[in-house]
């Protein structure tokens, strides 16, 4: 498996959990996203946009990565370009650090709907701002690794059939959910005698948004 991972222009927060999760990868910026390569400590091998978010004060070794340049009049946002240019380079999974928040509320949705291209199309997505990750649900059956009490919800992206919560504080059982939906909002990770939180889906798309690393209420 090709790991990259993609720095786009949203929140970002370092974690242990973050690091683990971007060590080894291949990382690609997109425009602003760069920034990130500071707090990560991680070098890029490409740096792609139309260049009209570039920080302040890059260090030299930042601002000397080889650069993709595109017309800020494009069909495309600068993170899918950098997503294109993974997958172009052989990536079967993806880290899209920074797919949350940020100024611009458009592209965040993006990166959700896009994730579930992705997974469509056999990409494995991982989406994250350290604090929230995000995951692609598909029909089929996906365990994850979120200690107890973490907070989760599952988005639905279409009405959802035989959708079945395990491992949580209120579990469902091949339950039909109607497009918005706010039933399979707020749940909390609880390890029942088989393991962790598991989800399985009938029929339908979903993302599963966790809480791992909650930021403190302002």
């Known amino acids: 498996m090709s ?11 370092r974690t242990p959990r973050l690091d683990r999760q971007v060590a ?13 390569a500071r707090l990560l400590g ?16 890059l260090p030299a070794d930042l601002a000397a990565v080889p650069r993709e340049v595109f017309p800020p009049e494009k069909d495309k946002t600068d993170g899918e370009l950098a997503i294109a240019a993974a997958l172009e ?3 079967t999974s ?8 940020g100024r611009r509320a458009d592209h965040a949705f993006l990166h959700l709907a896009l994730s579930l291209r992705l997974a469509e199309a056999g990409t494995k997505v991982l989406l994250t701002s350290g604090a929230q990750e995000g995951a692609p649900l598909l029909p089929g059956k996906a365990g994850f690794d979120y200690a107890d009490g973490t907070l989760f919800s599952v988005l639905g992206f279409s009405d ?15 339950v039909e959910v109607v497009f918005g939906s ?5 749940n909390e990770v609880k390890s029942n005698k088989t393991g962790g939180l598991e989800i399985a889906l009938g ?4 993302l599963l948004l966790a809480h791992p690393y909650p930021l403190p209420e302002s």
């Open 203 to 206: 029929h339908g798309r979903a």
């Open 89 to 91: 380079r052989g990536a």
């Open 160 to 174: 959802l059939s035989g959708l079945t919560v395990s491992g949580a504080k209120w579990p469902l059982d091949h």
């Open 24 to 36: 080894g990868t291949r990382v690609i910026a997109a425009d602003a996203g760069i920034d990130h």
């Open 94 to 101: 993806l880290v899209l650090a920074g797919a949350f928040g």
């Open 42 to 57: 991680v070098m890029p091998e490409l740096w792609v946009g139309d260049f009209d978010s570039v920080p302040a004060d």
């Open 182 to 186: 706010s039933l399979t909002i707020s």
């Open 3 to 13: 790991t990259f991972t993609i720095l786009l222009g949203g929140d970002l927060v």
